[in-house]
Nanobody, 123 residues
Framework: QGQLVESGGGLVQAGGSLRLSCAASGRTFSNYAMGWFRQAPGKEREFVAGISWSGDTTYYSDSVKGRFTISRDNAKNTVYLQMNSLKPEDTAAYYC????????????????WGQGTQVTVSS
């Protein structure tokens, strides 16, 4: 049984930065692909970024490409999402997720989910 716990969310002004962390426990996720998703009020959850188990391959949604960076430290069983140049439209609850195969943008393909951390960007 594995668990994912996100942290690092908060309130930031537009143009600012935040770094989210996702700590895994209960099992090793070093051979799992990891993803970050977000859900804004009244909207469906959407894929933000993903990283392969090795960290060699990363994927980003068009809306965050060039501003967000996903990374992982398998020794610490932790995945990060560095968010720069934040915009009010980035306001959402952010979730990390894990799956035992390659990265996919489909949330239904992920087996483990965290409880989410709120990011609010003021204009």
């Amino acid at each position: 049984q594995g668990q994912l716990v996100e942290s690092g969310g908060g309130l930031v002004q537009a143009g600012g930065s935040l770094r989210l962390s996702c700590a895994a426990s209960g099992r090793t996720f070093s051979n799992y692909a990891m993803g970050w998703f977000r859900q804004a009020p009244g909207k469906e959850r959407e894929f933000v970024a993903g990283i392969s188990w090795s960290g060699d391959t990363t994927y980003y949604s068009d809306s965050v490409k060039g501003r967000f960076t996903i990374s992982r430290d398998n020794a610490k069983n932790t995945v990060y999402l560095q968010m720069n140049s934040l915009k009010p439209e980035d306001t959402a609850a952010y979730y990390c997720a894990a799956r035992p195969f390659g990265v996919t943008t489909e949330e239904g393909e992920y087996a483990y989910w965290g409880q989410g951390t709120q990011v609010t960007v003021s204009s």
